[in-house]
């Protein structure tokens, strides 16, 4: 089943409000590669996900550029749900993408969201789908969703 759904934000509450209306739509285990420049909003969009989720809150989602994976424990439809925001923007190799583990992460409650993910072919390759982002002006975003299967 295909899924293609778009938004338009005007700041960053309406993208967290945005990225909980995306958290209903998924179903683990699912990967999806969040596309955007540097300050698209994509962690802004984590942030409502994982809220959504009962995950954390979203003052406390911080962009994974510098550890590379965030792990938070939240549930949809009263299971558990693992969810990983992930940050490849610093690995140049597929070996050092390889030792992050992501293949483990995708485990049966697991949603898993890749920033830069485009960069590796074998996540385009293995993504279920990808949340794209585009800063139109101050504080407003285009987001689009896609969903392949």
Not at 7 to 32: C, D, F, H, K, Y
Not at 41 to 51: D, E, F, P, S
Not at 101 to 120: S, Y
Request: zero cysteines.
């Amino acid at each position: 089943m295909r899924t293609e759904r778009e938004w338009q934000t005007n700041s960053a509450e309406e993208t967290i409000a945005v990225g909980a209306e995306i958290a209903a739509l998924l179903s683990p285990p699912v990967m999806l590669l969040l596309r955007g420049g540097l300050g698209a909003g994509k962690t802004t969009l984590v942030k409502g996900i994982a809220q959504a989720l009962g995950a954390a809150k979203a003052d406390e989602i911080t962009s994974p550029t510098f550890t590379l994976v965030h792990e938070y424990e939240g549930e949809r439809a009263a299971r558990p749900v693992a969810l990983y925001h992930v940050d490849v923007y610093r690995l140049e190799t597929e070996r050092q993408l390889d030792t992050l583990g992501w293949e483990e992460m995708l485990g049966d409650g697991a949603i898993l969201l890749v920033e830069w993910g485009d960069k590796f072919p074998v996540l385009v390759e293995r993504a279920d789908g990808e949340i794209s982002l585009a800063a139109v002006s101050a504080g407003g975003r285009d987001i689009t969703l896609r969903i392949k299967r």
